[in-house]
């Protein structure tokens, strides 16, 4: 799109600009005489050259080489010819001259001096023809064009800032779902992927004395790698639905199955779904990090609704020397973050670890 506008913006302002010389260019050539029509030429390439380059460069939002210079010559070469020439030169420039200046140099200072250039344009065909109507054409000819030229390239910046915009956008979205692909990813399988490892070591060590107990073992190991086999289908579809209860009542069976006893204290209250899916998140990525780093054997699980905030807290008592906050943690604040709510993640006073989360209720 941008392309069709650069090329329809250069179409229009060439056409213009030299519809508005090339009569008095063609005349000067037909009856003047050999200096006359040298100046022309070389007043219509003084001319042309800089007013093509500032335009080109004001396309591209940017200013030409040696500016402010090259617009200084294109000044020149609009109101000087007028001492040698004297064939109206200015009529078909000035109007032209208006653009670059509009686009080059701040509008706060290049206004005034357009309506001025008007003005004096205005002054000087009424001057030779006091004709009321031909001194407002002209006057309106260089705020028009100027204001025309300006809209184009105006145009045409717009549309390339526009898809830049849009190019950035999209590839924020694509960061975006990658990030969540990978925090979900690790937020979901990490507690699945520990579980499968418990089971199957508990499973070898009750093979040879306790095979009963080995195969129930295996067979929950089995039904742990199928939510995690669904977990995966989830992320890639984008739609994960999680319940704070059911997470908690898988919580609790993971962690007794581990030997760990599971105390829960729940608040009877009715959440938002998204609060109510970043503590679901929170129990998740709590129990992973007590069946990874911790030597816990009791582990409690408490919820509470006070002032508008739901909080959840998660308590282990065997908590192992922790170092920064690793990739789970972060992708918790996230989430909590999302919600509207805030983390906090510290050893207890008795050798423990206390996760704790508070969201809007």
Known sequence: MSKQARIIAIAVV??????YTIAAVVVSLIEGSTRTSVLTLVTFAAFYTPHFLNVRAALRNTRPRFFPLVLAVQVLATYLPELLLHNGWSA???????????LLVDLRW?????????????WQVYGYSHDIGSTGYYMLTVLITGGMIYGLVRLVQVTTELEAA???LAEAAVLKERL?????????LGRSLTAIALKGDL?????????AAARTEVGELVQVAREAAQDVRQVARGYREMTLAGEINRAVALLESSGVTCQVNLAAA??????EEALAWAVREGVTNVLRHSAATLCTISTSVRDGAARLELVNDGAHATGARGGGLSGLDERAAQAGGAVQAAATESGGFRLAVEVPA
């Open 14 to 19: 060439a056409l213009v600009s030299v519809g």
């Open 92 to 102: 078909g420039t000035a109007p032209l001259l208006a653009g670059p200046l509009l």
């Open 110 to 122: 290049s206004v005034p001096v357009v309506v001025a250039m008007a003005g004096w344009q205005g």
């Open 166 to 168: 849009r190019a950035d």
């Open 180 to 188: 969540r692909i990978s925090r979900d990813l690790h937020d979901g």
């Open 203 to 211: 499973a070898s060590r009750l093979l040879d004395r306790d095979p």
């Open 270 to 275: 009715a959440l938002p779904k998204g609060s």
